[in-house]
């Protein structure tokens, strides 16, 4: 398996516009999760999916970021307009059991990093 | 509120060292807790799960213990090699609140050759 796979790797934008994150979770994973890491904050959840369907995003730091789960196999993350303080290492992760079993690995991807300048 | 710390937040130590990376949470209500490897500019790679009924959980040269009832995990590296240094991260998620996993803010390894 080619495992979670994310696009683009790299992103440098200017402030205002808008930002589209892509991710292939790992065929055959029921629950995916988006992630945000900055150094002042470290790892932070920002929403997660089960079955494609939104669960919590409670972590989504404001209306300008949204994201959706089409399918099974792709997912997005999108920020709108954005800026500066949006820079970050935007990361995707996936697992194979329902999130609320709490027993499965997450597996994340390589992460995106934006810049928004 | 989970919170979830790691010390020491870097160390440095010569090729062929045992080591004890430690990580400790506030909430012993935890299903299981997650070990993850992070090299720089790179993703997170999972090392090992240990589920809250287990007390050890091996990977080669890992090994991760759980006590929850203190609140700590270790996670001993035997025979350090330079190809270990990264950053080691652990993460528990949040009881009822589906996978939700809070991190610790890491510690970064540097094993010198």
């Known amino acids: 398996d080619a495992g979670v796979i994310q696009s683009p790797r790299h992103e440098v934008t200017e402030m205002g516009q808008e930002v589209t994150l892509r991710c292939k979770p790992i065929?055959?994973?029921?629950?995916l999760f988006w992630y945000r890491q900055t150094m002042m904050r470290g790892l932070e959840l920002l929403i997660y999916?089960?079955?494609?369907?939104?669960?919590?995003d409670s972590g989504m730091p404001e209306d300008r970021f949204s994201a959706k789960m089409p399918n099974a196999s792709f997912s997005t993350l999108k920020i709108q307009p954005s800026e500066p303080r949006d820079s970050a290492v935007y990361f995707c992760?996936?697992?194979?059991?329902?999130?609320?079993?709490?027993?499965?690995?997450?597996?994340f991807g390589p992460g995106t990093r934006l810049t928004v300048l | 509120k989970q919170e979830v710390t790691q010390i020491p937040a870097a160390l440095s130590v010569p090729e062929g060292e045992n080591l004890v990376l430690n990580c400790s949470f506030t909430?012993?209500?935890?299903?299981?807790l997650q070990w993850f490897r992070q090299d720089p500019g790179k993703g997170l790679t999972s090392l090992l799960l240990?589920?809250?009924?287990?007390r050890e959980q091996t990977s080669g040269r890992l090994n991760a213990s759980l006590d929850k009832s203190s609140g700590r995990s270790t996670l001993y590296i035997a025979a350090s090699q330079p190809g270990d240094s990264a950053t080691y991260l652990c993460?528990?998620?949040?009881?009822?609140?589906?996978?939700?996993?809070?991190f610790g803010q890491g510690t970064e390894l540097s094993v010198k050759p």
């Open positions: 993460a528990v998620p949040l009881p009822n609140q589906g996978g939700k996993l809070i």
């Open positions: 909430d012993s209500a935890i299903y299981n």
């Open positions: 240990i589920q809250s009924s287990q």
């Open positions: 992760a996936s697992r194979q059991g329902l999130a609320g079993a709490g027993d499965n690995e997450q597996f």
């Open positions: 065929s055959g994973h029921n629950s």
């Open positions: 999916f089960n079955n494609n369907v939104p669960i919590d």
